[in-house]
């Protein structure tokens, strides 16, 4: 899918994430933390989403750590559910990848809070939503939090012992097909926002094109050898 435009700008005060249902306020994010309105999870359980990792290709898994989960919760005021798809990037790569990796011991640093915009929003890519970045000992991190959207059918996500990709299926639809068309649709784009990640993809790009720009080179010296010898 071709890259997706990103516009990030620093919040300049208080950004509201609402209920979809009731849209009043499930969590404030301002630029240097965040703030529960109603002083109660906005999350109660998550899951990483099925299906995404299998098809990504390699490039698109290396050089990185990450996670992708969807995240359930229930709205205090009008306690109607939804879920959210939240993605985090690292740069390093002997982390592993698609499990819960412990971000937070590499948290150390203070959360820097930014609104991200998708001009060209469409079904599956949402207008706004937030970026987490973190400075750490092991680097920078990322983590995008995309949603939230209504969960009609809570069943579909969570079981008796909590939200499970076992609940549900991949149908058309289904919170776990939406939410792997999401992070597959997004996907390049997301990670490119991340300095350390978009400097190693162009690197690598640089040094794909080499050997054709090499051939190109010397088919331009034995063309002038030819042209030179025959006058």
Known sequence: MDK???????????????????????????????????????????????????????????PASF??????????????????????????SDAGACEWLGWGEFERGPVKISLCAAPTATDVVPH???????????????????????LDDPTTVCGPFGVSMCQGSLDEGDPWDRS????????????????????ARLLNHGKSRAPSLLGLFHAIRKGIARFAGAH
Not at 80 to 86: G, P
């Open 4 to 62: 997706i435009e990103i516009r990030v700008s620093p919040l300049t005060g208080v950004h509201a994430i609402n209920c979809p249902a009731c849209r009043k306020p499930v969590l404030l994010a301002h630029r240097d933390r965040y703030e529960l309105p109603n002083q109660v999870p906005c999350f109660r359980d998550g899951d990483c989403v099925p299906g995404v990792y299998e098809a990504l290709s390699n490039a698109q898994k290396t």
């Open 67 to 92: 996670e992708y989960v969807l995240l359930a919760g229930n709205c205090p005021s009008c306690h109607e559910s939804y879920f959210v798809v939240e993605v985090t990037f690292g740069a390093f």
């Open 128 to 150: 706004e939503w937030i970026v987490a970045e973190y400075d750490s000992a092991r680097g920078l991190i990322q983590r995008h939090t995309l949603g939230p959207w209504r």
């Open 180 to 199: 792997k068309k999401l992070l597959l649709a997004m996907w390049d784009s997301l990670r490119d926002l991340h300095p350390d990640l978009r400097a």
